[in-house]
């Protein structure tokens, strides 16, 4: 299992464009693909949970990614972080 921490960067926090992009990369990968934000833990492939946790500027995930592509899956995923979801 991969597990690292995520910061949302972009100043507009994760909303529908950003949870677009987030679940279409995530359903690339056959792995399972979690973001946790406190106690709350959503499907990374479901646009409607990744909306749901209402991720803020600065909020800080936790990505888990368990399966046969982890350590490729977590890469795509932490690089959208990484580069603002290309927002700015």
């Not at 949870?19 to 399972?32: D, G, L, P, R, V």
């Not at 800080?60 to 690089?79: F, H, N, R, S």
């Amino acid at each position: 299992m991969v597990e690292k921490i995520l910061t949302v960067k972009n100043r507009a926090g994760i909303h529908a464009r950003p949870a677009a992009i987030i679940a279409q990369t995530s359903s690339k990968f056959q792995s399972e693909i979690t973001l946790e934000r406190e106690d709350a833990t959503v499907n990374a492939k479901s646009i409607m949970g990744v909306i749901t946790m209402a991720a803020g500027y600065n909020t800080q995930l936790t990505l888990k990614v368990e399966g046969p592509d982890e350590v490729a899956a977590a890469a795509a995923i932490e690089a959208l972080f990484e580069s603002k979801f290309e927002e700015e």
